[in-house]
């Protein structure tokens, strides 16, 4: 095993802009011709490290910045300054290399489609990371093994229990 970082964080901030404005109607027209905001520090300036291996937890109370701080370096959010590296890519850039290296479950969010079966939904994304077909059938077959989730493939997202859609 390396000494070097898996994840480098460095001064990593994310700033929201967020509307805002008086209620009723003469302020929401004034809003149309000239919007106010506010500044919310989601991330403010942190900086941490995790050797490969290495198991951590990210706890905090709510709005504590946890899942955006996930969501970038992730690639699904760019920061307001800082740096980061995980497996040696800067994930904002989105290379195709990195993005079919990572995962990421949120909570109680899914990208499983509400209406199909899972299979199907499967299916999409491996199109979609572009998933050479030997290896999507090689890993699902494992999944399949590992969450024993082989009756749950064909049913209707819709019709699954929340733990079985987390599965």
Known sequence: MTDEPQIMVNNLTKTFHVPVRSEGLSAALSSLLKRHYREVHAVNNISFSILPGEVIGF?????????????????????????????????????????????????????????????????????????????????LDELIALLSIEELLNKPVRSLSLGERMK
């Open 59 to 139: 706890i905090g109370p709510n709005g504590a910045g946890k899942t955006t701080t996930l969501k970038m370096l992730s690639g699904l959010l760019y920061p307001s300054s800082g740096s980061a590296l995980v497996s040696g890519f800067i994930p904002w850039e989105r290379k195709e290399a990195f993005l079919q290296g990572i995962s990421m479950v949120l909570g109680n969010k899914s990208q499983m489609l509400w209406d199909i079966p899972p299979m199907d939904t499967f299916r999409v994304l491996g199109e979609i990371y572009r998933v050479p077909a030997e290896q999507f059938q090689k890993t």
